[in-house]
């Protein structure tokens, strides 16, 4: 759903090996070349065609999903034409998707210190600062765009998210009441109210809210996944699966690269004991997005119902590479290591899981 944690989410890609950060002189070279590229006279530095052609590949890589690619291309694209600053936005989302959240936030703010009345380039730094957990941050760009932008839905709702994640419920609630009454027939409003009455455990609340999105878009398969949750919760299992098979028929039309509702079927699965179909909806919720932690921990957890050790270690550890902050795939590591007689790493792991659930929110999907 809204991902990690709670809201946080990421846009979707195909298996792979999640791409490496770029090295310290890499990611210097391009902090550099954004600083400086923005200060230099546009006209005087822009290659139309090569910035053109440099981002048609990158819209290429984005089709197949290769977002490193993408990142590389959209940089070519604006170094050689710093004249448009859309692609530090492109770049931005992408980095922010592939957790490589400082590039993201300096790529934000190079947009922003090229144009500081736009709102989307608050956003997006908000954006970037809110996915990395640093909510106060998060909270001053979307006061910024706010100001540019008082209906802005894109700041509203990470203001929401933002102050939901700080405790501040009743804020966060007010906020997207503002939202649901700026934009009274789109369906971002009651979705986001429903998913804080589903954190809230205010079930009814919650499923009332996503019907109405439902009303307002018959096709909304994050709906239907948040009611599949919702149903779960009321321990009503044949009613979530069917909702999350139905999130997932649309999903696979509407948007390929959607994992949630897998990953979400996949929980389910796991907890009723059905570990070889959880496993398969693990592994298409990964395949539709490698970046996501919680993914692979659901498969991981699979796979140690299935007993098989050596698979499972490796979504288990793919899982704390790509959020070091999760806790529950460490719980599972430390289990494993300790059936294969490796007491340090063992110690070690469940450290790991005390440190992180002592801060982590309390629900992640």
Known sequence: MLGTPVFLTALAAGVQQPPAPQPPAAQQQTETTQQTAAQQPPAALCDLAGSAASAHTAGQALAERNYAAAVREYQAAYDVCPARTAYLLDIS?????????DPAIRAARAYVDAKPDDPAGHVALANAHFMAQRFQDALAGVAKALA???????????????E??????????????????AYPNEEEGPYMLGRIYYQERRIDHAIGQ????????????????N????????????????????????????????DWAYANLASLLVEKGDSEKAF?????AADRNPYNARNFYLGGKALVNLDKTELALNWLQRSVALDPNYAEPYYLLARLYTRLGQ?????????????????APSQRR
């Open 227 to 258: 009611l599949g949750l919702c149903y779960e919760a009321q321990g009503n299992t044949d009613m979530a699966i069917r909702h999350f098979l139905t999130a997932i028929k649309i999903a696979e039309k509407d948007n390929p690269g959607y």
């Open 210 to 225: 996503f019907e109405r999105v439902l009303k307002v878009n018959p096709r909304a398969y994050k709906a239907y996944d």
């Open 280 to 284: 398969a909806a693990a592994s298409k």
């Open 148 to 162: 540019l932008d008082p209906k802005n839905a894109a700041a509203l709702k990470i203001k929401g998210n933002t």
């Open 164 to 181: 939901y994640l700080m405790g501040k419920t009743d804020d966060s609630i007010k906020t997207f009441l503002t939202l649901l009454e």
């Open 93 to 101: 989302r992408l980095e922010t998707l592939r957790r490589n959240f």
């Open 343 to 359: 007491e340090d790493k063992a110690k070690d792991a469940l450290e790991h899981f005390r440190t992180a659930k002592a801060k």
